[in-house]
């Protein structure tokens, strides 16, 4: 029997279950697509940056820090990226983003268990209205004729919402235990990543991080000039005196000193 005919009968209660199937189909290639992803490139994440800390503590935070596009990769760059870090510390750093990590692949987990818990319910009201619009069109005095057979015909393709519910909640539920599978395995990979990187932290302790001279000389430049440049703009011009100006004061002093010579001459 062709899909469409089967979605007409199964009455108003399909539309619904058509989006719930529309939701869990997109959560469920999102998650397939994002777990592949991370199963692909785990292993060898760990290894090369366990290998490196082993040797040398920059290297495993360079080869951490071109994995960060990956939950593995986050979290084990993320306690390397330390200025200052002492073990306590080492673990904190691990702890609070393996926290977040897991956050996150548990993401669309909450869409599934939606889908798995109304699916079959809608199918149910799908199929309890179907029999509701059949057994209220029959009488008693049609028992035995055409009348009782397009009933019990009626009754049937009520059902068919009731399957349409159950599948969607068995695939849901399918994809949902499996997500749930690599969620518990990240969970023992991040902890024995954790361990063995903070074991080697303890055995093999990293030296302080300096900072960079030429980043420094660099800021100690540019606050030396913008100190320089403030002290131009606060300097204080002198008043400045010209040539005539002198001349002009000399002239008004032999005036008023022959003046005076003048002036005791007449009196004596």
Not at 80 to 93: M, S
Not at 96 to 122: C, F, H, N, Y
Request: avoid cysteine; charged fraction near 25%.
């Amino acid at each position: 029997m062709d899909i469409l005919v089967l979605f007409k009968k199964g009455g108003p209660s399909m539309w619904p279950l058509l989006v719930l199937s529309v939701l869990s189909v997109s959560v469920i290639f999102e998650r397939l697509w994002f777990w592949l992803r991370i199963l692909a490139q785990e292993k060898e994440i760990v290894n090369r940056v366990l290998d490196a800390a082993g040797e040398d503590w920059e290297i495993a935070e360079a080869i951490a820090e071109k994995a960060v596009n990956q939950p593995i990769g986050r979290f084990l760059y993320a306690p390397l990226r330390l200025q200052k870090g002492d073990p306590e510390t080492f673990r904190l750093a691990l702890e609070s983003t393996a926290a977040d990590e897991i956050a996150g692949m548990r993401r669309g987990e909450k869409l599934l268990e939606a889908v798995i818990a109304l699916s079959p319910l809608l199918g149910l009201l799908g199929t309890v209205l179907g029999l509701i619009h059949s057994l209220g069109a029959i009488r008693i005095g049609d028992l035995g004729t055409e009348s009782a057979a397009g009933v019990t015909t009626g009754i049937g393709e009520s059902l068919i919402s009731t399957a349409a519910g159950l599948i969607v909640a068995i695939a849901s539920l399918v994809f949902y235990r499996l997500f749930q599978s690599f969620v518990v395995n990240q969970v023992k990979v991040f902890n024995k990543a954790g361990n063995e990187m903070e074991l080697l932290y303890r055995q093999y302790p990293p030296e302080p991080k300096t900072i960079n001279p030429r980043k420094f000389s660099k800021r100690t430049s540019e606050n030396f000039d913008s100190s320089s440049h403030l002290e131009s703009k606060t300097v204080i011009q002198e008043p400045t005196i010209s040539a005539d100006d002198i001349i002009e004061s000399d002239d008004t002093i032999d005036h008023s000193s022959l003046h005076s010579v003048e002036k005791q001459e007449n009196e004596s």
